[in-house]
Structure formats: structure tokens, C-alpha cells
């Protein structure tokens, strides 16, 4: 896992480019958008896991709903996750200030259930 802000330091040009992307502003609507994305995902997982809900018939009907909400929800993780170890830590701390990590691990628990 590399942080490309620093990864690419050496070559100014991208280094140029990531700083004319990434600032402040866009992390805190970055992390707020996939904090919010957990609520929803969770959301939606809750929805599939009542007892009875995910029998054959049902899967094979909704499949691409399914498979969607699989994919937000790896989605949504594996950024924060990702985001989470940067090198910088005023990005850091926007993102681990944008969601609590307990739901976090809530949500990554609903989900592996959902998968199994």
C-alpha cells in the first residue's frame, strides 16, 4: 500500500496534478460521502438479513440488487480503510472524524454475514 501524494513526490508534474485535486475540501466531501455511504449500506444489509428474507427464489429474483448492495458495500469500505492510512495526518483526521469506527466494524460484521 503506497500513499501516491508521497509515492510521486519526485516527479512534479504528478505532484502538481495531486495537488490540484486533492486538498482539504475534497477528502472532507470524500469521507462524508462514504460515511453516509455506510449508513445506507447498512441500511440495505439489514434490509436482506430478516430471518427468511434471502431463501432461493428471492436471491434469483433480485440478484442484481444483491450483487449491488455487495459491491456499494465493499466499495464504501475499502475506501475509508484505504483512506485511513495516509501519510498526511490533517487528512487523517477528516476522515476518521467523518465516521464512528464501532459502525464500522458493525457494518463490516452485517456484511460478512450477508456474504457467508
Known amino acids: 500500500m503506497v500513499d501516491i501524494s508521497q509515492y510521486w513526490d519526485p516527479f512534479p508534474a504528478a505532484r502538481q496534478a495531486i495537488a490540484n485535486n486533492i486538498n482539504s475540501g475534497s477528502v472532507k466531501s470524500n469521507a ?26 428471492y436471491v434469483l429474483d433480485n440478484v442484481k440488487d444483491l450483487l449491488e448492495c455487495l459491491r456499494d458495500s465493499n466499495v464504501t469500505i475499502r475506501w475509508l480503510m484505504l483512506h485511513t ?26 456484511l460478512a454475514k450477508f456474504e457467508s
Open 32 to 57: 462524508d460521502k462514504y460515511a453516509s455511504g455506510i449508513k445506507k449500506c447498512f441500511d440495505r444489509l439489514n434490509n436482506y438479513l430478516t430471518d427468511g428474507q434471502l431463501l432461493e427464489d
Open 85 to 110: 492510512n495516509c501519510k498526511s495526518k490533517e487528512y487523517k483526521e477528516i476522515i476518521e472524524k467523518a465516521y464512528d469506527k464501532t459502525f464500522l466494524m458493525n457494518f463490516i460484521l452485517r
